[in-house]
Structure formats: structure tokens, C-alpha cells
């Protein structure tokens, strides 16, 4: 009797041993169950942290908004305009909110329009003071950009490529009238004029003329470089005058004294038809026009000037 007794109790303590061995496991089980969900929260959030902090490393890195906005006008010289028209166009490349606006004119016109504020920058090739009142003068501010080398050109075929200043003069004048006088073709002379608002041919005034006007009447006259060069072109024994920025291959650019017009020999003082480039404001300028106009000084325009055979950068503060 005592034995099964025993028996049975060591029956219940090993069935009671099974049971406790059973609930652990399953307490064990439960435990490792929760653990891949406390690992895929902390996932969540360190993958949710790295993409706010690229978020951020990638804000930080992006160059601010530009907030310089507003329109420019520009009008005058023709000499002037193809630089002021490519430097403005980077301009607003580089400020998407900014307008700028380049015409021509002449230099006279520019002034007055600068003078009237009708618009924002005057350019011209001569200083204010010629074409402008002393007292109308004294209200612009000038902002030299470059200088620029001009030349006297002719039709290809009138068989000279050289004159002496003196025969160039006279040819203005109109005491040369044929280019065989000159060595050239026996061939009437067509004098192609700038109109006198034009900065171009007051710079050839002071310059090659000796301050003489050219003759008038019986002479073409020409509102811009640009037409300037097509009718030269186009019209056997023409001869005028223009900016290099425009001097191409349809055109034949007259050596003065021997001496080619080119960009090396004004900075060298060998060629002398130059003057400066001169963009005024009517006071000092503010906003995008401060903007633009610092910006015509910078080494990106001059290596677009160099380009365009206007005298920028170091090689014209040789000339001062």
C-alpha cells in the first residue's frame, strides 16, 4: 500500500515538473516573439531618422533662392550694344526675376533718354559733357565698362586697303571724290555718314577728322553700326566708319597710316580711333541696376568683351 503510494506521489511530482517545463516554454516563446517587433519599431525609426537628416543635409546644401528681381532699360550706343546685349543676357541667367532690355539709338539719344529718365542706363561712346548741357551733365553718374576700338572700312573692291589720316579726312570732307586718287579703282567715292546724335562719328570726328564735320547732301547716312556695315557692303565704293565689335569679312577695314585696326594695337598706342565705353545712370544706381551695371565689371564680361573685340579687363586700364 505504501509503495503505491509512493508511486503515485512521484507520478504527480514528475507530471507537475512536465507541466512547469511546458509553461515556460511557452513564456520563453513569447518573449522571443516580441523582440523582432521592438527591433522593426527601432528600424522604423532609425530609417525614418536617416531620411529626415538627408532631408535636412540635402536643404542645407541648396543654394538660396535669388531674390534679386526687377527690370533694367538700356538704351544708346550701337558701338555698345552688342556687349551690353550678351551681358545681359547672362545677367538674367543668372537672375531669372530681373528683365533687362537693351536698344541702341546712338549715344545722344541714350544720354537724353538717361537725362529724362525715360530709361535706366544711358549708353554711350563719348562722354555726357558732349552731347549733353553742363547742368544736365552733372546729374548722370558715368560707369566706364570697356573700351572700344573703331575702324573706317570700305567696299571690298575698291582696290585699297590703306589710307593716310589726311586722305581719310579729305575723303570725308569731300575733297576726294575717286579712289584712284588714293591708288585705288577709278570709281566714284559713296560716303556712308552716322547721323549726329551717333557717338561713333564723334569719336571719328575728334579723332580722324581733327574736329571737321563730314560733308553732308550728297551722302547716305546710316542710323547704326549694324546697317552701317550691310550698306558698305552692298554698295560699290562705299566707305564709312564702325565699331570693331561689328567688323566682319564682307567689308574691307581700312589700315590708317599702315597701322591695322585691331585691339593689340590700341593697347599698344600704335592705332588711335578709340574711346571708352560709358554706361550712365541719372544718380547713383540702386537694386538691379546696381546689380547689372556691377556686373558689366566683372572678369565673365570681360572675357565676353575680349571675344567681341572690345578692350576689357586689364588691357584698359592700360589706356588710363
Avoid at 550706343?77 to 536698344?103: G, I
Avoid at 546689380?291 to 575680349?306: K, P
Amino acid at each position: 500500500m505504501k509503495n503505491s503510494r509512493k508511486r503515485w506521489s512521484i507520478l504527480l511530482v514528475s507530471v507537475m515538473l512536465m507541466l512547469s517545463l511546458v509553461v515556460l516554454s511557452a513564456c520563453s516563446g513569447s518573449g522571443d516573439t516580441a523582440a523582432p517587433s521592438n527591433d522593426a519599431s527601432t528600424s522604423d525609426n532609425s530609417a525614418s531618422g536617416s531620411d529626415d537628416t538627408s532631408s535636412n543635409g540635402s536643404s542645407e546644401e541648396t543654394a538660396p533662392a535669388d531674390d534679386l528681381s526687377g527690370t533694367v532699360t538700356a538704351a544708346g550706343s550701337t558701338a555698345l550694344q552688342p556687349l551690353v546685349e550678351a551681358a545681359a543676357a547672362k545677367f538674367m541667367e543668372l537672375h531669372p526675376n530681373v528683365m533687362v532690355t537693351v536698344q541702341g539709338g546712338g549715344s545722344g539719344t541714350g544720354l537724353s533718354q538717361v537725362s529724362d529718365g525715360a530709361v535706366d542706363i544711358g549708353n554711350s561712346d563719348v562722354f555726357a559733357e558732349e552731347k549733353l548741357d553742363a547742368d544736365k551733365a552733372k546729374e548722370l553718374v558715368d560707369h566706364q565698362v570697356v573700351a572700344q576700338g573703331f575702324t573706317a572700312i570700305a567696299h571690298k573692291d575698291v582696290g585699297v586697303d590703306n589710307l593716310t589720316k589726311q586722305q581719310l579726312k579729305d575723303i570725308f570732307l569731300g575733297k576726294i571724290t575717286n579712289w584712284k586718287d588714293v591708288g585705288g579703282k577709278d570709281q566714284a567715292v559713296v560716303v556712308v555718314n552716322r547721323p549726329t546724335s551717333s557717338g561713333t562719328r564723334a569719336t571719328f570726328v575728334k579723332v580722324a577728322f581733327d574736329g571737321e564735320e563730314p560733308i553732308e547732301g550728297n551722302t547716305l547716312t546710316e542710323d547704326s553700326n549694324g546697317t552701317v556695315l550691310k550698306t558698305v557692303a552692298e554698295t560699290p565704293g562705299a566707305i564709312s566708319y564702325l565699331g570693331l565689335a561689328y567688323l566682319n569679312d564682307t567689308v574691307m577695314a581700312l589700315k590708317l597710316d599702315g597701322v591695322e585696326p585691331t585691339v593689340d594695337n590700341i593697347v599698344a598706342g600704335t592705332y588711335p580711333i578709340w574711346s571708352w565705353g560709358h554706361m550712365y545712370t541719372k544718380g547713383e544706381p540702386t537694386g538691379a541696376v546696381k546689380a547689372f551695371l556691377d556686373f558689366m565689371t566683372t572678369d565673365d564680361v570681360a572675357e565676353i568683351a575680349r571675344q567681341k573685340n572690345y578692350i576689357a579687363g586689364s588691357d584698359a586700364a592700360k589706356l588710363k
